[in-house]
């Protein structure tokens, strides 16, 4: 083999190597891209469920629900006290289960069945 036949092979594997490089660069690029797109779809999903977040908030504040616990400092007495009877009120209520609750609620409903019905006027039927 001669020089230029080296030559030759080393020119061509630069070549191919060029070329395979700018390939691959090519799909990082594309990668690259893509990542960057979906960053900018999430973070704008983000800001939207964020709006909609503070959106919510501002109009169950605005509503004026006395539900949950206020933070404040000065507690009355009286508060302390209902505080603590709701407590106990619920977990007295827990402590019967839902056997008790079921078997109450069916015979309610049964009460609420068993009241006389009118009669009615019209005659059945004899054939």
């Given at each position: 083999?001669?020089?230029?036949?080296?030559?030759?092979?080393?020119?061509?594997?630069?070549?191919?190597?060029?070329?395979?490089?700018?390939?691959?660069?090519?799909?990082?690029?594309?990668?690259?891209?893509?990542?960057?797109?979906?960053?900018?779809?999430l973070?704008?999903?983000?800001q939207k469920?964020?709006?909609?977040?503070?959106?919510?908030?501002?109009n169950?504040?605005?509503?004026?629900?006395?539900?949950?616990?206020e933070?404040?400092?000065?507690?009355?007495?009286?508060?302390?006290?209902?505080?603590?009877?709701?407590?106990?009120?619920?977990?007295?209520?827990?402590?019967?289960?839902?056997?008790?609750?079921?078997?109450?609620?069916?015979?309610?409903v049964?009460?609420?069945?068993?009241?006389?019905?009118?009669?009615?006027?019209?005659v059945?039927?004899?054939?």
């Open positions: 083999m001669t020089f230029s036949t080296y030559l030759d092979v080393a020119i061509s594997l630069v070549f191919v190597f060029f070329t395979i490089s700018m390939f691959v660069s090519g799909i990082v690029e594309l990668i690259n891209a893509f990542w960057e797109q979906r960053s900018k779809l973070q704008l999903a983000l469920k964020v709006a909609y977040l503070s959106y919510l908030q501002t169950i504040d605005a509503l004026h629900l006395s539900i949950g616990w933070l404040t400092t000065n507690i009355t007495v009286y508060q302390w006290i209902t505080r603590v009877l709701g407590w106990l009120l619920t977990i007295a209520a827990l402590s019967f289960g839902a056997p008790f609750w079921f078997d109450l609620l069916v015979k309610l049964n009460i609420r069945n068993t009241a006389r019905r009118p009669q009615s006027s019209v059945p039927d004899s054939r």
